[in-house]
């Protein structure tokens, strides 16, 4: 009999560990359903070249237009003009967020040298907004948190010219990490994969391939001010020199925000361990 009671005694434990485990489970798949993150994705396909709207909220301004199913910013040959693409706030980015894009830089042989850049954006600028192309956000008084991950092309041999992180807080710039480096040689076309993050703990890092000078910078420390109704873009521009920049398959993802579900999770699997 002792030895009954014994197993039986086991047996209970055993489902008792077991429904709450299956609580847990049940608790973080639902943690999972409902503080998913916040995403955009637009690989410009399907429209005539020169269209200026893909109908997602987006914003092209200056001289971007769709070309051959990408979104083109600037165009070589075409000395002069500013270009921006700007997307509307994607919830929780201010919890953190990665963000790619694929490019190809062109300059034909015969044209001015390339020139002069562009960058990928973050911050409190508006739809219509040109930005300062390689300069990021730094030109538009109204801008005063705004994080930019910029590519300099100009011009070849240049101490501006190469990779690099900034920041914009209350109206002042900062170049956070830089490197130096030609980008894209005369009459030369380089194309490649840009991938930028961000959050409130690791701070900034930036990669891109394809290019003659690549940008590689992980958490790089970060103190402008993030929030949930910033906006991400992209700006380029030429001048008397120039090249065509076209952009692809870009995407944004934010980082799930905890919710009071997810604490419940975490106190179903405690009360399981205090069980055990």
Known sequence: MLFRSQNSSTTSTMKSNQYYATVAAITLGAVCSSA?????????DGFTNGDTDVGDGSQMNGTANIQDGQL?????????????????????????????????????????????????????????????????????????????????TWMNGDPEQGVNIAEKIGGTTTDLIFTNGQ?????????????MSW??????????????????????????????????????????ANQTVLIDNLSITTVPEPSGTALFGLASLLLLRRRR
Not at 36 to 44: C, D, H, K, P
Not at 139 to 145: A, I, L, M
Request: net charge negative; proline share 3%; aromatic share 12%.
């Open 72 to 152: 083109e910013l600037t165009r070589d040959g075409v000395a002069g003009g500013f270009a921006s693409f700007n997307i509307p706030a994607v919830a929780g980015s201010s919890l953190g967020w990665t963000a790619t894009f694929d490019y190809t830089m062109i300059d034909s042989v015969g044209n001015n040298p390339p020139a002069d850049g562009m960058s990928f954006n973050y911050g409190n600028f508006i739809l219509g907004e040109l930005g300062s192309a390689e300069e990021g956000m730094a030109g538009p008084v109204g801008v005063t948190s705004n994080l930019s991950f910029e590519i300099d």
């Open 199 to 240: 959050d409130p703990v690791n701070g900034a890092s930036f990669s891109t391939n394809g290019l003659e000078t690549n940008a590689a910078f992980e958490n790089v420390a970060t103190t402008f001010g993030a929030d949930d109704a910033h906006l991400f873009g992209l700006s380029a521009r030429v001048g008397g």
């Open 36 to 44: 998913s993150a916040g995403t955009y994705f637009q690989n410009f």
């Open 183 to 195: 980008i894209l040689g005369d009459g030369t076309t380089v194309s490649g994969v840009a991938t």
